[in-house]
């Protein structure tokens, strides 16, 4: 008989190392996915919209286009350009 009895049951541990490695690589994962969410903070959409403004401006003076109105209108921001001009009506039926 073995004096430790416990010997035989711990060398079962020994596949768990790269769990333990996994589960370490997940939780910093998140951690810095959280440090840099509290340090950029939420940018949001209107980030985004003011980039893209800005670039519209930027290549219509640079291609000599005239200026645009900018439309802040959020009913009419939801609508597709494609569709802004359309009144509901089925204008062509005969």
């Known amino acids: 008989m073995s004096s430790h009895p416990d ?4 060398a079962g541990y020994g596949n ?26 939420y940018l949001g959409p209107s980030f985004s919209e003011d980039v893209l403004m800005k670039q519209q401006t930027d ?11 900018v ?8 609508t597709p350009p494609s569709m802004r ?4 009506e089925n204008s062509s039926a005969t």
């Not at 010997?7 to 711990?10: A, I, T």
């Not at 001009?85 to 509901?88: A, K, L, Q, R």
């Open 59 to 69: 290549l219509r003076e640079r291609y000599d286009l005239p200026p645009q109105e």
């Open 16 to 41: 768990l190392i790269p769990v333990a490695w996994s589960i370490l690589v997940m939780g910093i994962s998140l951690a810095i996915v959280i440090v840099l969410y509290v340090w950029f903070g």
């Open 85 to 88: 001009g359309v009144n509901g």
């Open 7 to 10: 010997e035989k049951s711990s």
């Open 71 to 78: 439309i802040t209108d959020p009913e009419v921001l939801l």
